[in-house]
Nanobody, 126 residues
Framework: VQLQASGGGLVQAGGSLRLSCAAS????????VGWFRQAPGKEREFVAV????????YYSGSVKGRFTISGDNAKNTVYLQMNSLKPEDTAVYYC????????????????????WGKGTLVTVSS
């Protein structure tokens, strides 16, 4: 499956952005799709994940309550709605997928993911 992330940009602190992760080549059915981010000089970190079959979700503590991950069957696309953005949210955001069925009960690791898209840059100014 090929993944294409988009929607990044420059926003002021407190603002919102919606990232999209469009999949092609195969359906996202029987996958889990996650968002990760990597700030300059830091390791790539988990942000959020959704199980396509169960539509269960899990968030990192730093974004829980501010970000929402969702999926659109018809468009084969996963979204990350980001509200109340903070300067520390500045990073390149990546979407990734892995073969998975069932409910999500915790975060997913970078090395678990089978497919990756190119990142989209989110910059939050103070």
């Amino acid at each position: 499956v090929q993944l294409q992330a988009s929607g990044g940009g420059l926003v002021q602190a407190g603002g919102s952005l919606r990232l999209s992760c469009a999949a092609s080549g195969r359906t996202l059915r029987s996958t889990a799709v996650g968002w990760f981010r990597q700030a300059p000089g830091k390791e790539r970190e988990f942000v959020a994940v959704i199980s396509w079959s169960g539509r269960t979700t899990y968030y990192s503590g730093s974004v829980k309550g501010r970000f929402t991950i969702s999926g659109d069957n018809a468009k084969n696309t996963v979204y990350l709605q980001m509200n109340s953005l903070k300067p520390e949210d500045t990073a390149v955001y990546y979407c990734a997928a892995k073969r998975y069925t069932g409910s999500i009960t915790g975060p997913v690791r970078v090395d678990e993911m089978d497919y990756w898209g190119k990142g989209t840059l989110v910059t939050v100014s103070s």
